[in-house]
């Protein structure tokens, strides 16, 4: 007979036990009787709808402290709303993978399960065995909404990625969960290209399909003999495992490849590819911070199958990522205009690889002298002293001399943000496509991309705006080196432009245009699902994009990565070296890729500054209002209310002026950054501080991915 003291040991232990929950069914069931919406609940308790959608399916369960909660909700709920008793149903079939219907449909939307197939594996390859202590559990995925059928591609039936957790579950997007056996990184590669179904096709007819994305968390990464956390380097962009780690050494063993950057937080595992078929699995480790607080907001700390909505929504609508956002965003130029394209040979037949037009090509270009670096080659071998272009973003603060005793009075500074400015330059953006030639005593082409040395010094403009021609806003002091946006707006403004030298390209071409569309429609599209939409008031677009964070996290996040793809996209452009071994005038890695382009760069900021300055001259001109600070794509006024509705114009029918600032969601609007007291501005500026900077409560970042 048991003592009291096993008996109280044991009711212990049960009392000790996680909260149990009702099945999945009835968790919906009482949801619904209660009247509440999947998204409300979500809100209630914090996480996403996915979240919610995945406890109500069986696809996953919460943990504390959303678990105790929610288990006191839902007892609530039965109370209220207890369950008739129905009459017995037969025991249902197991469930396992339906097939994948076809389109893009938004990642958290389901309908009833289609008919049951069997895990897809490839032609007479035998399924990786089991580990003993693993229970044998199916695959589980609902099926997606029907969406457009020229989407699907049933070489990739579970989307392009999947998360795999440390109990084996793949967590990829539409909710589906992958049961993956692996217990090697060599295993895991052989599961992902054989098993999984994972993939993207290529984003255009001559590019290639995208490599299946996995992406690790801690558990998962301790599981396959990976370290939880890289340590012992001096920079961030040199983590990597030693050559001598076990997992490198399996690797190599197993006659797979790593890429140059080895094994770190983002790793490639490839073989060459056998005909057409790539061989070829991306890793990314979540504890090596493969996701960037900055560009992915507290996406690492989320539920694995609310990191993969994320990043799925992010690889349907921009790319499967494949480093961080600035790489993804360079990948996507070459992904969108690839270098080459298929050709055939009229003496053979045959097909070859040839250029493909409006694209970089295959071969990197050395910049002019001007565009280039201090440190570059170019610069280093020639003994270049002619200067350099100067094309960067504005951080100009106003002189506090300057502002009139009315504004001062004025009692807020109102931040407004341009979205996405540099995405909204490189629509229909002409830039160079071949290699610089020399000029002298040119005559200005407003309609040839390049480079020209010019005297802009004797241009004067009103002190109490930026000028147009540094970044810094200060007058020019002579002869420098332009890009032809900020030459063609000297034009513009009415003065007489007479270069004495210039670097341009014959062969032009509007590259950037397919990168702009799609990020523009990832842009617009995630705003609009988070209730930000064109066809609201400037009214209500304040107040939704107020709100819009809340709304759902998971987007917010995609939204996030989305604008750290445009900047740094752009910055990547121009990538310095890196290292504290680097000498000057020695090549660096970058400056091998045919997108090392820093004329293009420029282009983007050029007339990203260039819009700027037309912007701001058009308020003067039309409101007598003078900003107190630019910071890149953020510009900060004196108002006498604390939102832009009071100081930006207005025609009497109530539509916004053109030429000055618009509220709106597309690139190139604006949207309200932040308010603040005019005193704490003005205090500001006279410590030589930027309030554009600081206008939104924190610091803002300038990251041109260099």
Not at 611 to 618: D, I, P, V
Request: glycine fraction near 8%; charge should be negative.
């Amino acid at each position: 007979m048991a003592s009291e003291e096993e008996l109280f040991a044991s009711v212990d232990a049960l009392l000790k036990e996680e909260p149990q929950l009702p099945p999945p069914a009835e968790r919906a069931r009482l949801r619904e009787a209660a009247g509440i919406t999947q998204a409300r609940l979500a809100v209630a308790l914090k996480t996403s709808t996915q979240s919610i959608k995945n406890w109500e399916n069986g696809r996953s369960e919460p943990k504390e402290p959303r678990l105790t909660a929610y288990q006191r909700l839902l007892n609530g709920w039965a109370a209220k709303h207890p369950k008739h008793p129905t009459p017995e149903a037969p025991a249902a079939a197991p469930q396992r993978m339906p097939e994948r219907s076809t389109g893009s449909a938004a990642p958290d939307v389901i309908e009833p399960e289609a008919e049951p197939t069997e895990p897809v594996r490839a032609p007479d390859t035998p399924a990786p065995e089991r580990p003993a202590d693993r229970p044998a559990t199916p695959s589980r995925r609902p099926a997606a909404k029907k969406a457009v059928p020229a989407t699907l591609d049933p070489r990739f039936p579970h989307g392009p990625l999947a998360v795999l957790d440390g109990d084996g579950s793949a967590y990829a997007v539409n909710g589906i969960v992958l049961d993956c056996p692996a217990t090697t990184i060599v295993e895991l590669v052989e599961w992902t290209l054989r098993e999984s179904g994972l993939g993207a096709p290529k984003l255009h007819r001559y590019g290639k399909d995208s490599d299946p994305l996995i992406v690790l968390t801690a558990a998962a990464a301790v599981k396959l003999g990976l370290p939880e956390r890289l340590e012992g380097h001096e920079q961030r962009r040199s983590l990597r495992l030693p050559e001598d780690h076990p997992v490198v050494k399996q690797v190599a063993k197993a006659k797979w490849q790593l890429t140059q950057r080895g094994f770190g937080p983002w790793a490639r595992i490839y073989r060459k590819a056998q005909g057409r078929d790539r061989q070829c699995v991306q890793l990314a480790v979540l504890s090596w911070d493969a996701l960037d607080e900055r560009a992915w907001p507290d996406v690492a700390e989320m539920e694995p199958a609310d990191i993969a909505r994320v990043l799925g929504v992010y690889a349907q609508r921009v790319i499967t990522p494949r480093g961080s956002t600035a790489v993804s965003g360079l990948e996507l130029m070459t992904a969108m205009r690839p270098p080459t394209k298929p050709e055939r040979d009229t003496e053979t037949g045959n097909w070859t690889s040839g250029h493909n037009p409006g694209s970089l090509g295959t071969q990197p270009m050395d910049p002019a002298p001007p565009e280039a670096t201090p440190e570059h080659p170019v610069v280093v071998r020639s003994g270049w002293t002619g200067g350099f272009l100067n094309e960067e973003a504005y951080q100009w603060v106003r002189p506090v001399d300057s502002l009139s005793d009315e504004e001062c009075m004025l009692p807020f500074a109102v931040g407004l943000d341009l979205n996405t400015a540099f995405l909204a330059a490189a629509a229909r953006l002409v830039v160079g496509l071949s290699a610089p030639d020399h000029f002298h005593n040119v005559k200005f082409n407003p309609k040839i991309p390049g480079s020209w040395l010019v005297d802009l010094s004797g241009i004067e403009l009103d002190p109490r705006l930026p000028s147009p021609f540094t970044p810094d806003g200060s007058r020019p002091t002579g002869p420098a080196w332009y890009q032809t946006h900020t030459v063609a707006y000297a034009q513009e403004l009415g003065h007489d432009v007479h270069p004495i030298e210039a670097y341009l390209r014959k062969e032009t071409g509007a590259y950037l245009d397919p990168w702009h569309d799609r990020l523009k429609n990832a842009y617009v599209d995630t705003l609009a699902d988070l209730g930000v939409t064109k066809d609201l008031d400037d009214h209500q677009f304040l107040a939704a994009m107020e709100q819009h964070k809340q709304v759902d996290p998971a987007l917010a996040a995609v939204l996030a990565a989305v604008k750290a793809t445009v900047k740094g996209g752009v910055g990547k452009l121009r990538e310095r070296p890196q290292g504290k071994h680097y000498r000057d005038g020695e090549r660096w890695p970058a400056l091998e890729r045919p997108t090392w382009r820093p004329d293009i760069r420029a282009a983007v900021i050029s007339k990203a500054r260039v819009n700027m300055h037309r912007k701001l001259n058009n308020m003067a001109t039309m409101t007598g209002l003078f900003p107190l600070a630019v910071l890149s794509d953020c510009v900060v006024y004196p108002s006498p209310g604390a939102s832009p509705l009071d100081f930006l114009p207005y025609a009497a029918s109530g539509k916004p002026q053109p030429g000055g600032f618009r509220l709106g969601p597309t690139p190139g609007l604006a949207k309200l950054e932040g308010v603040q007291e005019m005193l704490w501005a003005i205090d500001l500026m006279e410590k030589g501080l930027n309030p554009a900077r600081h206008i939104k409560g924190g610091d803002s970042v300038l990251d041109e991915g260099e």
